[in-house]
Structure formats: C-alpha cells, structure tokens
C-alpha cells in the first residue's frame, strides 16, 4: 500500500479490530426510518440519480464501500453476495485473509435494490461506508482506494485512513485542496454519505476544483 500525505490530525483515524457494536445504538427514530417505504423509495432514487425521472433505467455505477469491522453481520452479508457479485477486498497482503472480517470491502450494487435493501433494513442509520458513483470498473476503483488506506499525518505518524466510515469522510473532504480532491476522487463522479442518523443523503462532487456538497432529507410519510 502507497502512504499518502494527508493533512489529518492524530487520532482521527484507528487501527483494524476486531468486529465492534455499531456506533450508536439504533434510536427508535433509526428503526421508524427503516420502516418508512417511503423515505427508502427517495433514497434509492438519489442514490441512482432518478430524483427528476424514477422510471428512467438504471445505470449500473453505484457502488459501495462497507466495513465489515462495523457489524459482524456485513461480513456475513458480503460472503452471501459473493456468490454471485463482485466483492473487492481493499486489504491485500499476507495479512489479508486474517484481516477480511474487519476490513473495508467494495462492490456494485448493480440495478437492483438487492444489496441496497439490505443494507437499508440491516445498518442505515450506523456508520457502515459509504457510496459513490463511478463509471469505472470494480477492479480499478480497488486499486484507485488501495492507495489511500495509509495516510500520514502532519506530524509525520502513518495511520490507517478510514475514509470509508461517513464520520470520516464528510469533515476531511472540505479541507481537501484542489489537488487532493482530484487526487482522492480520481475515477469517482461523486460521493453519497448518509448523516448522522440516516435521515438525509450529503451528495459530495468536485467542479472546476471545489467541492460542492448538496444535502437532501429522506421523505417521511
């Protein structure tokens, strides 16, 4: 793995553990979330982009980073869609194999809702990874990640960057300069990170060298 230079502080980011609790307990407004057909509906469109056309086809570009180390259950689940899609593990090495149940792991979620319905029904609302969008091949998008797990910060420590967990992400990115933006985003159109409590989706995108972020709630019925 590459070590970026990044401008993190220390101790943002930790080390692979074991599998951990989620990082809130599920609130009773999380689990209604969940429940609301409706605000699944509106963010599986904005996740497709079908916001002004949802019958328009989909487009096979939505793809996810989930970490397994956030629930025991998403190694499980990648192990399940395994059989028949394309898991990417962003862990290589010797250590790879020991690593995989608590490791980040990337892969398209195609056309259908199968794999966004269970992410929905299993861990919206917990800090479980990220989407974005890109035209780009599954393999070449792990390799384009692969080079940021390792980051070091400005005072020289090599850490571990977690920028697959949304608590991560949405605060880093803004500090980005142009350069970092083209060189994290590469082959990424754009990001789309859930909130805090999973009841809005902050769509991030890089134009003309800066970062625009749009935030849309979920409908609620």
Same mark, same amino acid.
């Given at each position: 793995?590459?070590? %970026?230079?990044? #401008?993190?502080?220390?101790?943002?980011?930790? /080390?692979?553990?074991?599998?951990?609790?989620?990082?809130?307990?599920?609130?009773?407004?999380?689990?209604? &979330?969940?429940? !609301?057909?409706?605000?699944?509906?509106?963010?599986?469109? &904005?996740?497709?982009?079908?916001?002004? *056309?949802?019958?328009?086809?989909?487009? =096979?570009?939505?793809?996810?980073? /989930?970490? *397994?180390?956030? !629930?025991?259950?998403?190694?499980?689940?990648?192990?399940?869609?395994?059989?028949?899609?394309? %898991?990417?593990?962003?862990?290589?090495?010797? +250590?790879? =194999?020991?690593?995989?149940?608590?490791?980040?792991?990337?892969?398209?979620? =195609?056309?259908? !809702?199968?794999? $966004? +319905?269970?992410?929905?029904?299993?861990?919206?609302?917990?800090?479980?990874?990220?989407?974005?969008?890109?035209?780009?091949?599954?393999?070449?998008?792990?390799?384009?990640?692969?080079?940021?797990?390792?980051?070091?910060?400005? #005072?020289?420590?090599?850490?571990?960057?977690? $920028?697959?967990?949304?608590?991560?992400?949405?605060?880093? &990115?803004?500090?980005?300069?142009?350069? @970092?933006?083209? #060189?994290?985003?590469?082959? %990424? @159109?754009? $990001?789309?990170? @859930?909130? !805090?409590?999973?009841?809005?989706? %902050?769509?991030?995108?890089?134009?003309?060298?800066?970062?625009?972020?749009?935030?849309?709630?979920?409908?609620?019925?």
């Amino acid at each position: 793995m590459i070590c %970026v230079d990044i #401008d993190i502080h220390p101790g943002t980011q930790d /080390l692979p553990q074991e599998p951990r609790a989620p990082f809130r307990p599920t609130t009773r407004s999380t689990a209604g &979330l969940r429940r !609301d057909h409706a605000a699944r509906r509106c963010a599986s469109r &904005l996740l497709w982009q079908q916001e002004a *056309a949802p019958d328009q086809p989909r487009q =096979g570009h939505l793809f996810a980073i /989930l970490d *397994a180390a956030c !629930d025991r259950g998403i190694y499980a689940g990648l192990q399940h869609f395994a059989a028949w899609h394309h %898991v990417v593990p962003l862990y290589q090495g010797t +250590d790879a =194999g020991n690593l995989a149940a608590v490791g980040p792991h990337l892969l398209c979620l =195609g056309t259908t !809702d199968e794999i $966004f +319905d269970w992410i929905w029904e299993n861990f919206w609302g917990e800090a479980w990874g990220i989407f974005f969008w890109s035209p780009a091949p599954a393999g070449q998008l792990g390799a384009h990640f692969r080079r940021h797990l390792l980051a070091r910060t400005t #005072d020289g420590e090599r850490l571990v960057f977690r $920028f697959y967990d949304p608590r991560v992400l949405l605060p880093f &990115l803004p500090t980005c300069t142009a350069a @970092q933006l083209r #060189d994290f985003f590469g082959p %990424v @159109q754009h $990001f789309a990170l @859930q909130d !805090d409590d999973g009841a809005a989706i %902050v769509t991030l995108r890089r134009e003309a060298g800066r970062l625009i972020t749009r935030t849309s709630r979920l409908a609620a019925e």
